[in-house]
């Protein structure tokens, strides 16, 4: 027998988790984002700048992580882990479906009327929003409040715990087994989207939680809500969850630059300290400034009505 007590995972007493370098903004997507210097860059609320080379193998490096940002401890306790690894299945496929939709839109010339996704990719883009929502700082920050309400202070290990669960319980929605999604992916080719730390989350929040209903003799996925996820500089994903069906529908468009930057405009709202680009410098808003996590008070605002008529 082992002269120390075995914790989860095969670890040996004091359960020790590995430093790592959790990404909420996977470096598979961010070599999809780069120059043609082969870098990213990054924005503050301070207006200063900074570019970082993304190796095309290394996988901890350019921006967006948070060092042991997805570790679980609680002081010497069995129970100390990681859940960075609950990610890499999302995290290897993604790029796979991104670098096909960039290399058909951008590269070979399809029309985003002629583009077609199989249900497979559409699943795979959705996943992907769902894990960088529920990973960002901005959800992060939102939910290490979930305790308040019961006279609790807010606890940065609550809002990782939060963070574990919801993904657990998204990353297994089936989309033929969900309220109806309706997937528009919004083709930029005269301007560019950005990626924050914070992005337009109408689907997850303190108030807003995964839920199951019945339909007949099943249950299905019970998820409401929008949101805009940008995939990469010139497409960007938004995302509708609805009880007015069941199934996913996905529709490619060309939208006009002040699209985009109405997106980006939002997208700024919820981030605090990061705004990613490749080569179109954005302006800071007054929200992004601040340096807070905001969120939108109502979603019934023009551009997203105009998206759910699309």
Sequence with gaps: MADEPIGLQGRVHPYEVEATSDHWFPTGVQRLWVDGERSISRVGPDGRFASKVVPKKKPNRGF?????GHAMVFGVSPWNHSFE???NDVDREAPVVL????DDLFEAGV???SLNL???????LVAYCFSVLLRSPAYRHRMSFAGVGFGLPQDERVGRANVQQAWSSAKTIDLQECNRADLR??????AEFIFADGL??????????????????RWIADLCGEALVPLLPNLCAYLRFSRSGLGCRV?????????????NALTQIYAKDDLFFRSETPTLTRDFICGEHRELKSFEIELMRWLRST
């Excluded at 670098?99 to 960039?102: F, T, Y």
């Excluded at 992916?185 to 005269?190: E, K, P």
């Design 200 to 217: 337009v989350d109408g689907l997850f929040s303190l108030d807003a939680s995964i839920s199951w209903r019945a339909v007949g003799q």
């Design 251 to 263: 529709k490619t468009i060309d939208v006009e630059p002040d699209v985009t930057s109405s997106v």
């Design 64 to 68: 967006g992580d948070i060092r042991s």
């Design 85 to 87: 690894a609950d990610f």
């Design 99 to 102: 670098r096909k939709l960039r």
């Design 118 to 124: 199989n249900i497979q990719e559409a699943a795979t």
């Design 111 to 113: 029309s985003a009327e």
């Design 185 to 190: 992916l919004l083709v930029s080719r005269d």
